[in-house]
Nanobody, 119 residues
Framework: QVQLVESGGGLVQAGGSLRLSCAAS????????MAWYRQPPGKQRELVAH???????NYADSVKGRFTISRDDAKNTVYLQMNSLKPEDTAVYYC?????????????WGQGTQVTVSS
């Protein structure tokens, strides 16, 4: 099993910055994708950004140029640097890890951290 612990959420003014962290522990071998999702109030959960074991990243169009996903050398911590925050970025942000082996995969979720952006 993989445990994900998120930190760094909070209240920030529009235009400000925030950095989220997600520390993974447990059976962390062969995690090949880590991602950040978010769920705004009244909306479905959506993918914000992901990073794969070979270093590929992608971002939702709404955050391109503002958010950056990264991970440490051990690949057991993932970060989301959020700049130029907007009120529409307000959401619960969830860390996600995926382990893929052949045709099988497992996913793990953090409990979420609240990000609130005021105008």
């Amino acid at each position: 099993q993989v445990q994900l612990v998120e930190s760094g959420g909070g209240l920030v003014q529009a235009g400000g910055s925030l950095r989220l962290s997600c520390a993974a522990s447990g059976s962390i071998f062969r995690i090949n994708r880590m991602a950040w999702y978010r769920q705004p109030p009244g909306k479905q959960r959506e993918l914000v950004a992901h990073i794969t074991s070979d270093g590929n990243t992608n971002y939702a169009d709404s955050v391109k140029g503002r958010f950056t996903i990264s991970r440490d050398d051990a690949k057991n911590t993932v970060y989301l640097q959020m700049n130029s925050l907007k009120p529409e970025d307000t959401a619960v942000y969830y860390c996600n890890a995926r382990r893929t082996s052949g045709i099988n995969y497992s996913t793990y979720w953090g409990q979420g951290t609240q990000v609130t952006v005021s105008s």
